[in-house]
């Protein structure tokens, strides 16, 4: 009875042994990450492999992306990367796991990081150093509830009538309330809402490419005393007539441009319904619509479209650069605002994504700091979507190069060239009609092309 009981005490200590030892040598860990999380002068080592907490973000390299999910915002000294890196923390997953799913779409939280940053002492210290711009620019930058002025009374843009197919295009074209003769020359041209015709390839078929495009412009408020006349009035005149006005209650100005995108998005998510494409650009580009209709129609038929195109933006892509440093350009941002590269953007002077995409941008926005420059703010959110965008060469921002100039069809081969004038969008327009049959073949443009030939 008594040896019984003696090997039973023996089975018994055989299995729970290792199971103690582990549950120590866990408890030895959990208070070892917990001594290093709570240390606030512990060193983050760019070069060291970290954890890093997935979905989050994906480049450790970009600065406003905490490298580590326990990364202490106190240590970053440019203000954006702060407030960016205190929001981050609000909705990090494993710190937060109630905010990332239950708060995803308020912008409380983005807030919240905000005051807790200005309030505190270095925060302040910083943005005294800021230039003026810089310091107007950081005063409201948290500000993004701008009222509508005037909108559109169309569903979604000027557009066509009982639309047969879901629209393919809307062309968002930033623009201000002076350039009504841009304005006027893109209705006339490039910009054409309703059925549009694109390029079909095999003239000889006669098959039918085309879609439905819609277009809308992106105005902010002009200040009265700087421009000495209220244009108010004839923007409204313009708006019943042409019902493609979209205008904020915010001042017109370089560093409230991204103010454009943010409400954009949201006026897009509210009000159109689902549309394809959407285009946005400036207000002094030519387009090449024929070509760019075809090209879209190319994407949604692609085997795996359905699938890409929550992901889906074209343009110059500018792959990964340094902030502009000199004071006297118009880019410029100081390191006490803003530390380390920019992810990849697309160039914002033209630039095509997906609806789906848009409503992404969207909701992602929500948890982005507005950083002055719209296009880097663009692919800061597009770096957070775990994503980036496609480069194209027939997305021209700076123009042809000079050996390429001379070639024949120069304009049948790009999908955009920046910059043009009202009068060049007409004349070009008038080319594009002309050149048409002879031009009819020529292929886009591909990397590398006009430098060699
Ligand atoms: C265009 O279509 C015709 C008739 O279907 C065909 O014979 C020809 O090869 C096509 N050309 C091209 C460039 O695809
Ligand atoms: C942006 O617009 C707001 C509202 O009109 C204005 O107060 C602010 O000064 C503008 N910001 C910049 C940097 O111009
Ligand atoms: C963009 O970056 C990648 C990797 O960082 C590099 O391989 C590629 O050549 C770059 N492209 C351009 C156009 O600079």
């Known amino acids: 009875m008594a040896r019984c009981h003696c090997r039973w005490y023996k089975v018994v200590f055989c299995l729970c042994s290792p199971c103690i030892c582990l549950l120590l040598f866990l408890l030895c860990i959990y208070v070892m990450l917990g001594i290093k999380m709570t240390n606030s002068s512990f060193n983050m080592s760019p070069t060291g492999a970290h954890f890093v907490a997935s979905g989050t973000f994906r480049n450790a390299g970009f600065a406003p992306m905490p490298r ?52 505190l002492e270095n925060g302040i210290s910083n943005f005294g150093g800021q230039p003026q711009l810089m310091k ?80 809308v412009f992106l105005l902010g408020r002009e200040s009265p005393e700087n421009l000495g006349v209220d244009v108010s009035e004839l923007l409204q005149t313009e708006s019943k007539l042409y019902g493609d006005i979209l205008q904020w209650d915010f001042k017109d100005t370089f560093f409230n441009l991204t103010l454009k995108d943010v409400l ?18 400036d207000d002094d580009i030519f387009v090449n619509t024929m070509k760019l209709i075809t090209y879209l129609q ?55 994504y997906s609806g789906l995409l848009t409503r992404r941008l969207h909701k992602m926005s929500k948890r982005v700091h507005l950083f002055p420059i719209d296009d880097v703010y663009v692919g800061m959110c597009m770096d957070r979507l775990n994503t980036s965008p496609i480069h194209h060469p027939a997305f021209l921002m700076f123009g042809f190069d000079e050996k390429e100039e001379k070639e024949p069809c120069l304009y049948h081969r790009i999908l955009l060239v920046h910059k043009r004038s009202p009068i060049e969008m007409v004349n070009l327009w008038v080319y594009m009609k002309k050149t048409q049959i002879q031009c009819w073949d020529v292929p886009l443009r591909e990397t590398g092309q006009g430098q060699g030939t």
């Open 68 to 119: 580590t999910f326990w990364a202490q915002p106190s240590q970053v000294k440019a203000l954006w990367n702060h407030l960016q890196l205190v929001s981050e923390r609000q909705y990090n997953p494993i710190l937060r796991p109630h905010n990332s799913k239950v708060r995803f779409d308020t912008e409380s939280l983005v807030w919240e990081g905000f005051s807790e940053v200005t309030d």
């Open 136 to 215: 107007e620019f950081v005063s409201h930058m948290q500000q993004r509830d701008f009222p509508i002025l005037i909108q559109p009374d169309g569903i979604c843009g000027a557009g066509a009538k009982n639309e047969k197919k879901r629209p393919l295009l809307l062309m968002a074209i930033k623009s201000s309330e002076l350039n009504l003769r841009n304005r006027h020359a893109i209705r006339q041209t490039w910009g054409r809402a309703g059925w549009v015709a694109g390029h079909s390839r095999n003239r000889s078929r006669g098959e039918e490419i085309g879609g439905y495009v819609h277009r």
């Open 264 to 281: 954009f998005w949201n006026w897009f998510s509210r009000v159109c319904g689902p549309i394809h494409f959407v285009f946005k650009g």
């Open 298 to 352: 190319d994407q949604l038929n692609k085997p795996q479209a359905h699938k890409t195109m929550k992901d889906f933006m074209v343009g110059q892509v500018s792959n990964v650069s340094l902030p502009v440093r000199a004071s006297n350009s118009k880019y410029f941002i100081p390191d006490s605002f803003y530390k380390g590269l920019y992810p990849p953007y697309a160039s914002g002077g033209g630039v095509v």
